[in-house]
T-cell receptor
Framework: DAKTTQPTSMDCAEGRAANLPCNHS???????VYWYRQIHSQGPQYIIH???NNETNEMASLIITEDRKSSTLILPHATLRDTAVYYC???????????????FGKGTKLSVKP | DTAVSQTPKYLVTQMGNDKSIKCEQN?????MYWYKQDSKKFLKIMFS???????INETVPNRFSPKSPDKAHLNLHINSLELGDSAVYFC??????????????FGPGTRLTVL
């Protein structure tokens, strides 16, 4: 089962920042937080990941609380093409096998509206 | 220059048939995966495989079997298809997950419909 909790759905106005929360209160010290998204009828796409520090790349920013029990994915200027289901996943680092698999939950359906 | 490709994109077949879905990756990755996404949109890992190890999700029926002719391919064979097998199947690949960072690249999916 997924170890994360996310809101079922969110709306965001085009051009505004989209802030997607995720709770992972049982996260272990050796687990990363990953974010993927799935645009309708496509395969999931990696967005960003982090362990303790905040991270930023060309797609998004990831803010992880100091106690690591929650995080927020930020899309700074959402566009219509960002409409998708966003998955927050915790995954053990430094292990292969089944411990390293991605376990997808229900995700958050983000709708970006004009 | 597609990274992960799957064929066919759509597959419609009768109950009881045997079918295969092909997956190829040109990323030079060590590990490949198969996922199943059912009608409720839950995405579940079925297999992960590299040249060392096949990890099978214990909930997957043994009618499903992955076959890897080489590192770039992981095909999914399904015997005696059942109605409940109808779903979208995604192939993915990544570098050896033992490195700690596991960005997985997904294929476009194969929509399987069993009648």
């Amino acid at each position: 089962d997924a170890k994360t909790t996310q809101p079922t759905s969110m709306d965001c106005a085009e051009g505004r920042a989209a802030n997607l929360p995720c709770n992972h209160s049982t996260i272990s010290g050796n687990e990363y937080v990953y974010w993927y998204r799935q645009i309708h009828s496509q395969g999931p796409q990696y967005i960003i990941h982090g362990l303790k520090n905040n991270e930023t790349n060309e797609m998004a920013s990831l803010i992880i609380t100091e106690d690591r029990k929650s995080s927020t994915l930020i899309l700074p200027h959402a566009t219509l093409r960002d409409t998708a289901v966003y998955y927050c996943i915790v995954r053990v680092a430094d292990y292969g096998g089944s411990q390293g698999n991605l376990i997808f939950g229900k995700g958050t359906k983000l709708s970006v509206k004009p | 220059d597609t990274a992960v490709s799957q064929t066919p994109k759509y597959l419609v077949t009768q109950m009881g048939n045997d079918k295969s879905i092909k997956c190829e990756q040109n990323l030079g990755h060590d590990t490949m995966y198969w996922y199943k996404q059912d009608s409720k949109k839950f995405l579940k890992i079925m297999f992960s495989y590299n040249n060392k190890e096949l990890i099978i999700n214990e909930t997957v029926p043994n009618r499903f079997s992955p076959k890897s002719p080489d590192k770039a391919h992981l095909n999914l064979h399904i015997n005696s298809l059942e109605l409940g097998d109808s779903a979208v199947y995604f192939c993915a690949s990544s570098q050896d997950p033992g490195t700690g960072f596991n960005e997985q690249f997904f294929g476009p999916g194969t929509r399987l419909t069993v009648l």
